[in-house]
């Protein structure tokens, strides 16, 4: 050792001391990383030169740089934790004299680092960068060698992170994404699922054609597959429920749901669907009070969804010229189906929508039945013969309601013939698998009862100003915009209805410029007037708002819309 005077023996001493205190911190430093399994190491700059494929250096000379940007080292980052307390009793003399030598770091010669993206790798002075984080110097003077790679770094990196975007870079070299759209980002956590994107973007080639240019194959997928699916879930918020995931992570993840969903539902699912459902899913809390709710209230007096909420879907998908693209169509296998389904083989014709047979069992054993395989056959033959897409799916389940629930999500409007309209009595309406269905679906629910027989041109629209009768409103209003058919609207004055919730009907209405309409008011019973009107109007279709009593008082009372699916023999669509 070096002779000192006793002034220096002194300061020697001090920053022996510090280092001693260093070290403990950084033993502490390490026992939690492996406790907690989070790396505190720093990164090594030979393997992310390797991994991140440097591309070009740029000597940019002497400035200030901040220390907590700086993640790595050279040569030595195996010798400090990541914010550079050291980890070797054997560095204690160099590290006590670079103390010792300074108060602060204004007496020091700069270091020497390597920048790559936004941090730093310390070529030349790692124990002058430990001693500045002792002293919390915030900054300290560097010569810079910037470092272009293909994917650049950020501070809070960790070596998972790194490893990550070396997948990312070898996904550029395979790709020249970056090159192609430099505005893309497809950085993901899931570090070993590149190769799905590679398999995507071949795939998409030979859709194509198996000769077009890679690089043209490239840039074809990322503007026509990629990109549009992003902009879908950036505009319907599905990122906030997964925030520790990148947007080509969800990108890969609904891909994945969706090949779930199709299997399990026997339908295929567009890519809007699959991202509203996506967007739709909830978490903590709100599914532990769903699962509480369930065990507590029987699915009769369910409240359902909240009205408005399919209109809210439509909107955020921007479907403006497209209202029903999926028809959910619920068969009962038997005769009734065929003339249900010729109504509304039309309607679906108009923009060519799809029509989602679902035909629901009670064993397995049913499902692989010949005469249920025949169902499907008729069904898809059916719909082949009209030019339409057709899909049949076989579930089994005790409870035909429940089924057409769940499936429902998956559609935009629901299709029952309905053989036995709700009863009178209260236990009739309680044991009425209908009732639940318009109580709880959250889609509309077009209801065709038996011996119906006419298409939907003449619409009869019963409007109370409700939320559900917005929504039927928002119906009726589109389906006389966009195709040939006759509108009257029937307002019902009651103590709760006034005569100015026509009027409101009426301003909506004009507001798209349609003004050959008919316009009603007439008193109360609600029920009778509008059954009179459908007679005098020659009406052979009623849409409405669903349920407007509370399940328990429903139960008790009935309501207009049972009163209705009794008496009026004609195809009701019942909104929420």
């Known amino acids: 050792m070096q002779n000192v005077t006793s002034g220096e023996s002194f300061s020697y001493q001090v920053a022996l001391r510090d280092f001693q205190r260093a070290r403990q911190q950084a033993a502490m430093r390490q026992l939690m990383a492996r406790l907690t399994g989070k790396p505190n190491d720093l990164l090594s700059y030979n393997a992310i030169e390797e991994e991140l494929h440097v591309v070009g250096t740029t000597e940019r000379g002497v400035r200030e740089i901040p220390l907590n940007k700086i993640v790595g080292s050279v040569g030595r980052y195996k010798d400090f934790t990541r914010d550079f307390l050291p980890k070797l009793d054997s560095d204690a003399e160099r590290w006590a004299r670079v103390r010792a030598a300074v108060t602060d770091m204004s007496g020091l010669p700069p270091i020497e680092v390597y920048q790559v993206g936004d941090v730093y790798f310390v070529k030349d002075g790692n124990h002058r960068v430990s001693v500045a984080r002792q002293l919390n110097t915030e900054t300290i003077s560097a010569y810079i060698t910037e470092v272009q790679t293909r994917v650049p770094l950020a501070a809070a990196d960790d070596p998972n992170e790194v490893i990550c975007k070396a997948r990312y870079a070898d996904f550029l070299d395979h790709t020249n994404l970056d090159k192609l759209r430099p505005d893309a980002n497809l950085i993901m956590t899931f570090c070993g699922r590149f190769q799905w994107y590679l398999d995507q973007i071949d795939t998409y080639r030979k859709t194509l054609d198996a000769s077009l240019p890679h690089q043209d194959a490239v840039a074809a997928w990322y503007d026509d597959m990629y990109l549009p699916v992003i902009l879908l879930m950036r505009e319907q918020g599905v990122m906030r429920n997964f925030p520790d995931r990148s947007e080509a992570d969800l990108y890969l993840l609904l891909h994945e749901h969706r090949e779930e969903m199709e299997e399990a539902l026997g339908w295929e699912i ?4 699959a991202v509203s459902n996506l967007a739709e899913k909830e978490r903590g809390f709100r599914k532990v009070v769903s699962r509480v709710v369930d065990a507590i209230i029987p699915d009769e007096l ?4 909240t009205p408005g909420a399919w209109r809210k879907k439509q909107i955020a ?6 209202l029903f693209a999926d028809y ?3 068969l009962s296998g038997s005769e009734a189906d065929w003339p249900m389904l010729d109504l509304i083989v039309p309607m679906a014709q108009w923009e060519n929508d799809r029509l989602l047979g679902l035909h629901i069992v009670g064993s397995q054993k049913k499902a692989k039945s010949k005469r249920v395989r025949a169902l499907g056959e008729r069904f898809e ?6 030019g339409l897409v057709g899909e049949f799916a076989v579930e089994v389940g005790d409870d035909v309601a429940e089924v057409i629930i769940r499936r429902a999500a998956w559609a935009d409007l629901v299709v029952t013939s309905l053989t036995h309209p709700p009863g009178v009595q209260p236990l009739e309406r309680l044991s009425h698998g209908f009732n639940r269905l318009v109580q709880r679906c959250p889609r509309p629910v077009l209801a065709i009862p038996t011996g119906a027989n006419s298409l939907f041109d003449r619409i009869l629209l019963a409007y109370d100003g409700s939320k559900k009768a917005d929504e039927a409103l928002f119906v009726a209003t589109y389906l006389r915009a966009r195709w040939p058919m006759s509108l009257t609207v029937l307002t019902v004055e009651t103590e ?6 026509l009027e409101k009907a009426r301003t909506y209405i004009e507001r798209y410029g349609i003004t050959d309409v008919n316009y009603v008011l007439k008193q109360k019973p609600i029920a009778e007037a509008v059954l009179a009107t459908a007679v005098d109007y020659d009406i052979n279709e009623i849409i409405m708002g669903g349920f407007g009593y509370r399940p328990v008082k429903h139960l008790v009372l009935g309501s207009t819309v049972d009163h209705i699916l009794r008496e009026f023999r004609q195809p009701i669509l019942i909104c929420r």
């Open 270 to 273: 567009d890519t809007e669907t």
């Open 496 to 501: 709760n209805t006034p005569p100015t919730a």
């Open 317 to 322: 998908l921007g479907r403006r010229h497209r």
């Open 302 to 305: 369910e409240e359902g969804p």
């Open 328 to 330: 959910l169509v619920a």
């Open 381 to 386: 033959a059916r719909c082949r013969e009209a």
